[in-house]
T-cell receptor, first 109, second 112 residues
Framework: GIQVEQSPPDLILQEGANSTLRCNFSDSVNNLQWFHQNPWGQLINLFYIPSGTKQNGRLSATTVATERYSLLYISSSQTTDSGVYFCAVEETSYDKVIFGPGTSLSVIP | ETGVTQTPRHLVMGMTNKKSLKCEQHLGHNAMYWYKQSAKKPLELMFVYSLEERVENNSVPSRFSPECPNSSHLFLHLHTLQPEDSALYLC???????????FGSGTRLTVV
């Protein structure tokens, strides 16, 4: 089956800093989503981005499907950005969604 | 509130107990899912229901028993669990299978 990797696994940022999270996947996908899981376990859908670039406030995401990766940009980070960021891809042949292992982000004041 | 509601938020149960987790969505979605998240592990898909029929069971032990009485409700019945089953159990729904997930807040389960 498809493999999903995320990097870095852990990240500590000073409040106000910018960061880039990466998601690599091993095969063609129908769709890709980015999620943020807050420290209380709630998973929030950030972007539904099979290709191209989208922006939502301080967050933006870019997926280059032909090169099998996606990037999540966080600008001017805030402590509320802390948590785990997952990317999830939908396999083309099995109509199944596979989650990556996540990037754990800590933003410190 | 995401539109997917899970109850209870926290549950502590003994290994001989029987309990149920509940998930409810009123988003008009046709697919619902149970995921398990253990510490330092990726999310694991447990069950998928599409149009109220189970379409996937990822080799989950029989001590976990799902039920989907209608497209808005999903249950996970638990019996004779083990301490290693302690985890965050997440419910999700999507308009169709594998597309556009919305997650609930999860149930934090502790088996003692």
């Amino acid at each position: 089956g498809i493999q999903v990797e995320q990097s870095p696994p852990d990240l500590i940022l000073q409040e106000g800093a910018n960061s880039t999270l990466r998601c690599n996947f091993s095969d063609s996908v129908n769709n890709l989503q980015w999620f943020h899981q807050n420290p209380w376990g709630q998973l929030i859908n950030l972007f539904y981005i099979p290709s191209g670039t989208k922006q939502n406030g301080r967050l933006s995401a870019t997926t280059v499907a032909t090169e099998r990766y996606s990037l999540l940009y966080i600008s001017s980070s805030q402590t509320t950005d802390s948590g785990v960021y997952f990317c999830a891809v939908e396999e083309t042949s099995y109509d199944k969604v596979i989650f990556g292992p996540g990037t754990s982000l800590s933003v410190i004041p | 509130e995401t539109g997917v509601t899970q109850t209870p938020r926290h549950l502590v149960m003994g290994m001989t107990n029987k309990k149920s987790l509940k998930c409810e969505q009123h988003l008009g979605h046709n697919a619902m899912y149970w995921y398990k998240q253990s510490a330092k592990k990726p999310l694991e898909l447990m069950f998928v229901y599409s149009l109220e029929e189970r379409v996937e069971n990822n080799s989950v032990p029989s001590r976990f028993s799902p039920e989907c009485p209608n497209s808005s409700h999903l249950f996970l019945h638990l019996h004779t669990l083990q301490p290693e089953d302690s985890a965050l159990y997440l419910c999700a729904s999507s308009p169709r299978q594998g597309n556009g997930y919305t997650f609930g807040s999860g149930t934090r389960l502790t088996v003692v």
